[in-house]
């Protein structure tokens, strides 16, 4: 079974360019979530779908993120105007929503650099 | 939001020790209670979880979970080169998993 893949993964950016990161979760998982995780801290929760619907993008650090899932399956999360405090690695992880265990798979990460 | 803590933040121990480690949770109420394991440019990995106050063993990983006093514990018995990583606590709410900042485990051969 193919797990989590993501791409890029790396990215260079001079501030004030744009980026866009891409998820493809397993198979019939009905869960996607974005988090981020800077150098030396924990995977901090961004955003999460269940199917194409954002259950809760209140965690979106400002304006300049955003995260679509537009049928349900893959996902983008695009950051506008970059600034070098979004230097993090950006984790995507997927799971079912009913799930009795609560488990999430994770991607191996688009790790960003902004100069 | 779930408040997570760790520690220590590094461990350093020698090949075969016991190694152990720390997470204290923000809500008694929570779900259950994840150990990930994250090698240097990869994503985390599922260990072990919990639910229920007591412990569970699954192989050299014993995790103990006393809701009470909002703590969780990971021990690794016998401790190899190769279980080096950041060990993260994870804390499920809501169908959201809220994690720690990670302790560093070294085992020196």
């Known amino acids: 079974e193919a797990g989590v893949t993501q791409s890029p993964r790396y990215a260079v950016l001079q501030e004030g360019q744009a980026v866009s990161f891409w998820c493809d979760p397993i198979?019939?998982?009905?869960?996607l979530y974005w988090y981020q995780q800077p150098r030396d801290q924990g995977p901090q929760l961004l955003v999460y779908?269940?199917?194409?619907?954002?259950?809760?993008n209140s965690q979106l650090p400002s304006d300049r993120f955003s995260a679509v899932r537009p049928k349900g399956t893959n996902s983008t999360l695009k950051i506008q105007s970059a600034k070098q405090g979004d230097t993090a690695t950006y984790l995507c992880?997927?799971?079912?929503?009913?799930?009795?265990?609560?488990?999430?798979?994770f991607g191996e990460g688009s790790k960003l650099t902004v100069l | 939001q779930e408040k997570v803590q760790q520690s220590p933040e590094s461990l350093i121990v020698p090949e075969g020790a016991m190694s152990s480690l720390n997470c204290t949770f923000s809500?008694?109420?929570?779900?259950s209670i994840w150990w990930y394991q994250q090698h240097p440019g990869k994503g985390p990995e599922a260990l072990i979880?919990?639910?229920?106050?007591g412990n569970k063993k699954e192989g050299r990983l014993t995790v103990y979970l006393n809701r009470a006093s909002l703590h969780v514990s990971l021990h690794i018995r016998d401790s190899q080169p190769s279980d080096s990583a950041v060990y993260l606590c994870?804390?499920?709410?809501?169908?959201?998993?809220?994690f720690g900042s990670g302790t560093k485990l070294t085992v020196e051969p």
């Open positions: 992880a997927s799971s079912w929503w009913g799930t009795n265990t609560g488990q999430l798979y």
């Open positions: 198979s019939g998982h009905d869960t």
């Open positions: 779908f269940r199917d194409e619907a954002v259950i809760d």
């Open positions: 809500n008694s109420a929570s779900q």
């Open positions: 979880s919990i639910f229920s106050n």
């Open positions: 994870a804390v499920r709410s809501h169908n959201v998993l809220y």
